[in-house]
């Protein structure tokens, strides 16, 4: 008899100690299945429509080109004719317009040139038949390299050269940057002849009045000037 007490309890208890097994394994599967379906992501992740594409000019990408009597000249595509109030003598005159409207100009004296006109920096030029040549780059502001010793204390102007060429500086104005132009064919001159326009002389004023001044749109200009 107490041998099949102990076999019944033995039966007993390993069926105990399986319905606790698979009770776990059920347990441990339900908290699985209900952690993935209570913390599934709540993004949606939805194919891409078409793309907003924004383009940003400068004013530079597409160049503008100026078709005069005399000449063609090729600009930044946000340049529009405008004529400066300090270059009034001058033939033609253009302007920035996409950021900072008027803060960059450039004038053009045809045959009257100003010879006395004070500049800031200068920029050599070499005529070659109906076209320009940059000869360097525009010069550091020329009171840099001009003698205080030679300043006119009456007009705050010195006699100044750069690359063997002379021109006036204006050291009374010495925080602007107005670049000039000139050649070996005279002060604030350089001559070109065009197959049908015959000889002229020119002379670019170049003024910068924002906080970072850039010359080559000055020096593309002469590059992409032409006489007719």
Partial sequence: MQQYELGKKA???????GWLIFSGIVLVSGIVIFSKSYFKANTVVTSPGNPVITTVSDGKAMPRSFDEK????NLPGDWEPATNPNESAAQYG?????????????SLYIDTIPVTKALNRYLSLAGQGAQL???G???DNCIDFTQASQINKQTMTAPAKWNGLDFICDAGNYLRDVVGTGSADGINT?????????KHSYFF??????SQPDYSILTNAVQSFKVK
């Avoid at 007993?12 to 100690?17: C, E, P, V």
């Avoid at 004023?205 to 924002?210: A, F």
């Fill in 11 to 17: 039966k007993s208890r390993r069926r105990l100690y």
């Fill in 70 to 73: 005399l000449y063609t000249m």
């Fill in 94 to 106: 253009w302007q920035n317009t996409a950021t900072e409207k008027g803060t960059r100009r450039l």
């Fill in 133 to 135: 040549s940059v000869q």
């Fill in 137 to 139: 780059n525009v010069s």
């Fill in 190 to 198: 350089v001559k070109l002849t065009g197959p049908n326009s015959g």
């Fill in 205 to 210: 004023v170049y003024i910068d009045n924002t």
